[in-house]
T-cell receptor
Framework: DVKVTQSSRYLVKRTGEKVFLECVQD?????MFWYRQDPGLGLRLIYF???????EKGDIPEGYSVSREKKERFSLILESASTNQTSMYLC????????????FGPGTRLTVT | SQQGEEDPQALSIQEGENATMNCSYK?????LQWYRQNSGRGLVHLIL?????REKHSGRLRVTLDTSKKSSSLLITASRAADTASYFC???????????FGAGTRLFVKA
């Protein structure tokens, strides 16, 4: 059974803290994505990666960075968490070479106080 | 603005009825996908329809695509309480890496 896992389901952090969200996939997918989901706004792409050590900015990269040192792992980093980063964060992966379905993790609900 | 926009925003029906959700988009696409999200969970892929296809079926799901109107519809027949979820359309533009998701339709199926 294919799987995308995220390190935490719920996370509460204080303003100014550095936050790490981890995502691991076991499908040998080349592409990995980080989205945030807010009510009424759907999913918005933060960053994606199409290979190890490669990354591309999505629509809302400000305040975030990413790391992909291994093919199966894609990390999202909030350098200095702010209250407007309170959201649901979803990781996904897909095969490369065209339009393929994305496989999503269960999500991390992050609250920044 | 969103590439894909679903309509209606919310839909409430009785078990056994059909549910129809619509998606409109703005620019040309490679394909269009529909995903389901149960409350507080990740998204699950339902069906993909390519830009040169007009209709596709998967079990109780029927998807249509009208590229001239830049719209798609998802029909769920004989709905069940377990179909209660949010449904998102997602589009891929030619030559692009990114998949653009709409804001979703919330479907509630009453038992």
């Amino acid at each position: 059974d294919v799987k995308v896992t995220q390190s935490s389901r719920y996370l509460v952090k204080r303003t100014g803290e550095k936050v790490f969200l981890e995502c691991v996939q076991d499908m040998d997918h080349e592409n990995m994505f980080w989205y945030r989901q807010d009510p009424g706004l759907g999913l918005r792409l933060i960053y994606f990666s199409y290979d190890v050590k490669m990354k591309e900015k999505g629509d809302i990269p400000e305040g975030y960075s990413v790391s992909r040192e291994k093919k199966e792992r894609f990390s999202l980093i909030l350098e200095s968490a702010s209250t407007n980063q309170t959201s649901m964060y979803l990781c996904a992966s897909s095969k490369t070479g065209g339009s393929y379905e994305q496989y999503f993790g269960p999500g991390t609900r992050l609250t920044v106080t | 603005s969103q590439q894909g926009e679903e309509d209606p925003q919310a839909l409430s029906i009785q078990e056994g009825e059909n549910a129809t959700m619509n998606c409109s988009y703005k620019t040309s696409i490679n394909n269009l996908q529909w995903y389901r999200q149960n409350s507080g969970r990740g998204l699950v892929h339902l069906i993909l329809i390519r830009s040169n296809e007009r209709e596709k079926h998967s079990g109780r799901l029927r998807v249509t695509l009208d590229t001239s109107k830049k719209s798609s519809s998802l029909l769920i027949t004989a709905s069940r309480a377990a179909d209660t979820a949010s449904y998102f359309c997602a589009t891929d533009k030619p030559g692009g890496f990114k998949t653009i998701f709409g804001a979703g339709t919330r479907l509630f199926v009453k038992a």
